[in-house]
């Protein structure tokens, strides 16, 4: 079956940390860029992109809300991104959902509806005290 396996979410207090985790099942990253997109609190569809990672790792992008704080990675070895989450704010809560695509530029898309070849199932952070 050909699909992406998000995990990783949970509570944390704020300045907290959580790795997200993205296996790809029943293909190979190698030939994907990989990233993540945010859907915020009632937000339905919606989905800001959070950070994008080619298939070779020279092009990296992340969101300026994330800038500093937030380290995407990739071992194709494994077939697994990561998105490590540092110094995590109230505002970063959402369902996260990692994307595998074979543009880079899907990762940077202004688009709330964006498309990717494919989506994980989301997993869940949330940022509170």
């Known amino acids: 079956q050909v699909q992406l396996v998000d995990s990783g979410g949970g509570l944390v207090q704020p300045g907290g940390s959580l790795r997200l985790s993205c296996v790809a099942a029943?293909?190979?990253?190698?030939?994907?860029?990989v990233g993540w997109f945010r859907q915020a609190p009632g937000k339905e569809r919606e989905r800001e992109a959070v950070?994008?990672?080619?298939?070779?790792?020279?092009?990296?992008w992340y969101s300026d809300s994330v800038k500093g704080r937030f380290t995407i990675s990739r071992d194709n070895a494994k077939n697994t991104a990561y998105l490590q989450m540092n110094t995590l704010k109230p505002e970063d809560t959402g369902v996260y959902y990692c994307?595998?695509?074979?543009?880079?530029?899907?990762?940077?898309?202004?688009?709330?509806?964006?498309?990717?070849?494919?989506w994980g199932q989301g997993t869940q952070v949330t940022v509170s005290s």
């Open positions: 029943g293909f190979s990253l190698d030939d994907y860029a």
């Open positions: 950070s994008g990672l080619g298939s070779e790792s020279r092009r990296i």
């Open positions: 994307a595998a695509d074979r543009e880079f530029l899907t990762f940077k898309t202004t688009d709330p509806y964006p498309e990717a070849d494919y």
